[in-house]
């Protein structure tokens, strides 16, 4: 049997955004609860980020939350990308994915950014799918860049 995915937009509440990213905290490399109070995030994103949602029923699958406020820059920032473990591999991120880099375009975003760690090669790889080329890295995070112009002159 399969199951129906409904795409939303920034419905989920804070509650459930928590009980999301605890669920995916493991998959997160490193684990998210080692870098955030994951309940104060979930908070943060819910009121200031744009949120695209995966949901079958009342199960939020996946999510990737950005921020498209930047008006000076114009630079969108994905701060956080999950997908239910048992959800990945269905295609749900790349649909998200493509949902961010619409809203982005039709909100006047010249780029995407988001940082990944250097070892998590799934995310890397689902990022340079989406166009994303790497730019600044440290030992620990690589920053990542979509221009939404189609220059890469625009990528820092």
């Given amino acids: ?7 939303r937009l920034n419905t989920a509440s804070s509650a459930e955004i928590a009980e999301h990213l605890l669920r995916c905290d493991a998959h997160f490399v490193p684990p998210l609860s080692g870098r955030v109070e ?10 200031k980020a744009t ?20 008006r000076d820059s114009r630079i969108a920032y994905i ?4 997908i239910l473990q048992d959800y990945v591999g269905k295609g749900i991120s790349n649909r998200l994915m493509n ?10 975003m010249r780029q995407i950014s988001l940082e990944v760690a250097v070892n998590n090669k799934p995310a890397i790889k689902l990022y ?14 690589v920053c990542m860049h979509l221009s939404l112009t189609g220059s890469e002159a625009e990528h820092e």
Avoid: H, P
């Fill in 51 to 70: 949120r695209f949602e995966a949901w079958s029923g009342d199960k939020l699958l996946g999510l990737i939350a950005a921020y498209c406020n930047d």
């Fill in 99 to 108: 949902q961010c880099v619409e809203y982005a375009k039709a909100a006047d």
């Fill in 38 to 47: 994951i309940d104060n995030y979930a908070r943060k994103i819910a009121n």
């Fill in 1 to 7: 049997m399969s199951i129906v995915i409904q795409y």
């Fill in 79 to 82: 701060t956080s990308v999950s």
């Fill in 128 to 141: 340079e799918k989406s166009g994303f080329v790497a730019g600044k890295s440290d030992t620990s995070f």
